[in-house]
T-cell receptor, first 114, second 113 residues
């Protein structure tokens, strides 16, 4: 079946502008994650949604970052007043319910803040 | 806190030779360990996982990993490398508190013809 999809694949924005990144998880996957991959660094956890529970926002780097998940499916990561250090690849992943544990990743959105 | 370490930034191997990509872990409780691969301009692809059971775990594309509790290691292996295996490999451990994955810094594998 279809995998995790993300849009846009690339986004170039000016410093100070707001951006929205979208993630469509695999159908039936109840858990959804956002990670950030900066150049030369590993993956950094941002936020986690599980069903109707309150999200785990412990990884969000500042209050400029927020995310929502509507109807338990599509998620949007919003970055307000973007800064150059926000430039990175933003990866979304989803996980099936139960004890499978592994996460399935989308292709990512490459964000460049000029 | 759960963590994994990948001591090598890059591993070079000739095609046809066996390859090993190293990973060590530090966890409280039982570790849930994963390997992912990232090809250029692509997202991460799941390779294999260790939850419980046999210490030798087999995964996609002919890869396997050996869980060693005494050495707290989970090295990724393949008996015969292919040029197409060249990619960035990430080891990860599940954070038992919040379900997220904690990733290592990644190891770039270069397989030469």
């Amino acid at each position: 079946g279809a995998g995790v999809s993300q849009s846009p694949s690339n986004k170039v924005t000016e410093k100070g502008k707001d951006v929205e990144l979208r993630c469509d998880p695999i159908s039936g996957h109840t858990a959804l994650y956002w990670y950030r991959q900066s150049l030369g660094q590993g993956l950094e956890f941002l936020i986690y949604f599980q069903g109707n529970s309150a999200p785990d926002k412990s990884g969000l780097p500042s209050d400029r970052f927020s995310a929502e998940r509507t109807g338990g499916s599509v998620s949007t990561l919003t970055i307000q007043r973007t800064q150059q250090e926000d430039s990175a690849v933003y990866l979304c992943a989803s996980r099936a319910p139960g004890t499978s544990y592994e996460q399935y990743f989308g292709p990512g959105t490459r964000l460049t803040v000029t | 806190a759960q963590s994994v370490a990948q001591p090598e930034d890059q591993v070079n191997v000739a095609e046809g030779n066996p390859l090993t990509v190293k990973c060590t872990y530090s966890v409280s409780g039982n570790p849930y360990l994963f390997w992912y691969v990232q090809y250029p301009n692509r997202g991460l692809q799941f390779l294999l996982k260790y939850i419980t059971g046999d210490n030798l775990v087999k995964g996609s594309y002919g890869f396997e990993a050996e869980f060693n509790k005494s050495q707290t290691s989970f090295h990724l292996k393949k008996p015969s490398a292919l040029v197409s295996d060249s990619a960035l490999y990430f080891c990860a451990v599940r954070d038992t508190g919040f379900q997220k994955l904690v990733f290592g810094t990644g190891t770039r594998l270069l397989v030469s013809p």
